[in-house]
């Protein structure tokens, strides 16, 4: 039991820094994490109903296991931004106002024809209607098309299309997300500034979304 | 946060399980290879009747820790030792001392194995 228990430890992590390493688009739809505890939990549970020779006992430990280490890391992720980062990946940016970021697309080894597959099931059949693609830490692209693209909404037909809509989110948790800040063009100190209008501060922020017309959304935590 | 103190505390119980298993498979097996040395040490000049009592113990301690072992170890890895112990008692009055002898070896030797084979080394992690 206690070999099991070790074997199951150390191809936990092992299996974790895989998945990892093989990239987003490996992933599908799952975190890095949640698609591990799953081949593992689905290859564990299956053996010992073609082995009767095997003990339960060790298929209930490793499985009561991995749902513990699943279940511990998802508490610190959301705990640590920085653990997160590194057990999840965060997400990338692709398309940039209707530009391709190549260097981003041969790191994360994602083809032109991924790209464009997965453009084309959003409806987009052209790059340049692109104001931002996503590529999320779950291996989905996400899409945000340029105003004279998008279906317009009531909120467009009131005010006027809005171009920018992309909000980054900058502060997580009461803790500054400094890529997101980078990408969002603004500053802590600008962040800080918009906080204490807000009537609040860093630490007591859950969450603080902005574009780049500085439109904020902030909320407090609980 | 519930949950995962929940699950801190299961991992920490598995270990102690884990611990408390590999400590009482390590008596067992040591109580088990004990009673069958002191079999292969007197099987030469014992006399029939002592041979038949000391088979008998070997299987009285074995069918009182079968049960754990059948749960945690793998049953294939058991049952050669499980057929030479329980069959102890009739191979003492059918087969020769030396083959009694080198059965109870075999016997002995297959249980340190395989409690060999759960002792937390390098060897059986990798």
Redesign the interface.
Known sequence: MSVTAIRVSVLYVFTTLAVRLMGKRQIGELQPTELVATILISNIAAIPIQDNDLPLVNTITAVLMLVCFEVINTVISMVSLRYRRCVQGSPVIIINNGVIDQKQMQRLRLTVSDLMSALRQKNIFNIEEVLYAVVETDGKISVLQKAQYRPATVSDMMEGGDEDSFYHTVIVDGKPDKEALTASGYTLQQMISILKNAGTNMKNTFILSINRKGEHTVIRKE | ?K??V???I??IV??C???G??HRLQRNVNSICEALQTIIESAPNAAQKELNEQAEEVLRIWKKDAAFL???????TLEEAEQTITALPQLTKTVSREELILKCIEAAQQLRNMNR????LSE???
């Open positions: 946060m949950r995962f929940i699950s801190i299961i991992l598995i270990a399980a884990a611990a298993v590999n059948h749960m945690v170890e793998i049953h294939r084979s759960e002792q937390v059986n992690i990798f």
